[in-house]
């Protein structure tokens, strides 16, 4: 999530999404914007089957409506009556746990479920704050880009966090850097301080005492600005193109400390050789031991 427009959010659950089910592990991503630009991308057309908007409203038989994109890969569309949500829900009492009712129709059927959520901090983005374990913020590395995040952070915080907290589990896993280019002082500045950011919170109770700047970070690369209007992933669309490099590598990395020692494989069951990345900083919690 952020609530800042084109950021690079339906990019990286699509593609991260993508290198997730490369990796062997059943993966749904859910399309959670009336800008429907993941269902595009997925080579998806929302006005057919039931949607999102359609399971938000009946949840019945959820995992039948998850349509089967690539191996290991589902996706449940998105569409443009999904931004009529917000007015129709307005006074339903169970209104936050829509999304999180659709995801328990996929227990024990996928391993990882990603959301895609829209530019804004309404009700679907607090829906899917509802049901998520974490949150991963996509982010540019600029100055403004920065002033967003301390709002967002306190959005967790409500939800995570106090006696009427709605999801206690939720955290914040951290910032993807997207669209990077980094050549720039200003980008390394940013970075350093996002770093100094996460360090300083580390034992504190806040809901992103553990966050990272994920490594590495996703080069701009126009073909990742491409692929989407071929309906397809990074994978299918350029699988040689540093998008996909960058994409499969931070799918290792976020798959690195949520599976189990040893349990990281990539297609073909060939073991996954986590190298030392170039821009890695050791002394960051989930890069430190990033070399196996
Ligand atoms: N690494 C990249 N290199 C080049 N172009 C990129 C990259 N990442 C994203 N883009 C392009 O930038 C634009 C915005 O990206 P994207 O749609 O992923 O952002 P978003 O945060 O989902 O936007 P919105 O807030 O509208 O949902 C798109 O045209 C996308 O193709
Ligand atoms: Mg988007």
Request: hydrophobic share 45%.
């Amino acid at each position: 999530m952020n609530q800042k427009g084109g950021v690079g959010k339906t990019t990286t659950t699509v593609n991260l999404a993508a290198a997730i089910a490369q990796a062997g592990h059943r993966t749904l991503v859910i399309d959670l914007d009336p800008q429907a630009h993941a269902t595009l991308g997925l080579g998806l057309d929302g006005a057919e089957g039931r949607s999102i908007y359609d399971l938000i409203h009946d949840p019945a038989d959820a995992a039948a409506a998850a349509r089967e994109v690539a191996p290991n890969l589902l996706a449940l569309s998105s569409h443009t009556d999904l931004a009529a949500t917000e007015t129709e829900l307005a006074s339903a009492e169970d209104r936050l746990e829509r999304i999180k009712r659709v995801i328990a129709a996929f227990a024990g059927r996928v391993d990882f479920v990603l959301i895609d959520c829209p530019p804004s901090l309404g009700l679907l983005t607090l829906n899917a704050l509802a049901a998520a374990d974490e949150v991963l913020i996509p982010m540019q590395a600029h100055f403004l880009a920065l002033q967003g995040v301390g709002k967002l952070l306190e959005t967790v915080k409500l939800l995570a966090s106090g006696t009427q907290a709605i999801n206690p589990r939720l955290t914040v896993a951290g910032v993807v850097l997207c669209m990077h280019d980094a050549a720039s002082t200003h980008t390394r500045e940013v970075v350093a301080d996002l770093d100094a950011f996460f360090e300083g919170t580390r034992g504190s109770d806040v809901p992103w005492r553990n966050a990272i700047v994920f490594r590495p970070a996703i080069r701009r690369n126009i073909k990742l600005a491409e692929s989407p209007s071929f309906g397809k992933t990074i994978f299918d669309y350029a699988p040689q193109a540093s998008g996909a490099d960058d994409y499969r590598a931070l799918a290792e990395t976020f798959l690195v400390d949520r599976l189990p020692a040893g349990a990281v494989r990539s297609r073909g069951d060939m073991p996954i050789v986590i190298t030392r990345l170039e821009n890695a900083d050791a002394s960051i919690p989930g890069n430190a031991g990033a070399s196996a």
